[in-house]
């Protein structure tokens, strides 16, 4: 399949090395030093399932040069999607499936703004992984996993394909019964520990270890849950029991990306996170003391990184 990986950064860069490695002609979209090095010496994945090196059909940071992709998967982060659909606005047709993998349940109905909505896929990921030097992807946690369908949830021809080009590059992958609410489980987890591990700055360990910040996740997830199901989205407490066995069970030293990101003073996905929570219960009339709360406290960082980023 022709692929384009837009964004070969964590997750683009490790996925898009396996569907090049199995044959997949896989152009590649990067920037600045990442993509320097990508040219001259291909993208090296160093991962606790094997290392490999591939050379991709193409790698650019101009859009306009790549040869007409059948599947697009988008490995920006969710902050950086309205950006991304509006350059790939340029170069989509009528044939071309565009699979977001962010975490995020606003990256649809962002891409919907600018793109026609025939185009896109539901998606997500399970990795732990990240750009750990210029042309190089490290993958250190998780079975790397892949779920993904239609937006109305059927088994069409065509995710059917992905299915196959998935599983042939030996990607663990998933069409669920219902990809929106995959989208929002995973969403529920992620932002349950994300932000508040970015205010507090310690791990996962020593988040369990206090009874108020346990308290806090949980609150924050039936806030969550609550939006969730004013949106029409059917998570429910199963779901939350779910989501803590994982928060529960999870290395003690673990710390989510969007977590680094705060900590690092690099914009992160804050808005997209407890942000899109807080705008959503305004909206629904849906109350969110707590995800407002631990939001505004974190809002002068996000928005110090984000003129930092921009001034550089
Ligand atoms: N990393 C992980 O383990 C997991 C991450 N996720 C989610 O996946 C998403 C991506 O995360 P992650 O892979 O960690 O993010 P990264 O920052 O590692 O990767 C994003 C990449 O996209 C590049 N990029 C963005 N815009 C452009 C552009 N216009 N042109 C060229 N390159 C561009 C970035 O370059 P630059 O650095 O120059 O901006 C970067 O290399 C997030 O939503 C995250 O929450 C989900 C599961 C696990
Ligand atoms: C927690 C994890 C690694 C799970 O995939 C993740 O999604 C993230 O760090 O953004």
Redesign the pocket.
Known sequence: MRILI????????YFGGRLAQAGNSVSI????K?LEAIKKNGLEVESINGNFTITPSLAT?NLKEVETPELIIL????W?IP??AT?LKSIINENMMLLP????ASNIENLMKVLPEANILGG????????SAPGKITHVGFEPKITFGELDNSKSTRVKKIEKVFTEANITNVIPDDISLEVWKKFLF?TTISALGGLTRVNLGKMRESEYLMDLMRKTAEEIKMVANAKGIALNDEHIKAAFEVINKLDSKTTA??QRDIMEGKPS?LDNFNGYIVKEGNRLGVPTPVNQFIYECLLPMEKQARMLAESI
Not at 6 to 13: K, L, P, Q
Not at 75 to 78: A, C
Request: proline share 0%.
């Open positions: 837009y964004g070969a950064g964590g997750i683009g860069g979209i990067a920037r600045g990442h940071d490995g920006v982060k969710s950086q950006d991304a350059e993998l962010q975490n995020g997500l990921c399970h990795i732990v992984s990240f750009m992620i990306s969007t996905e």
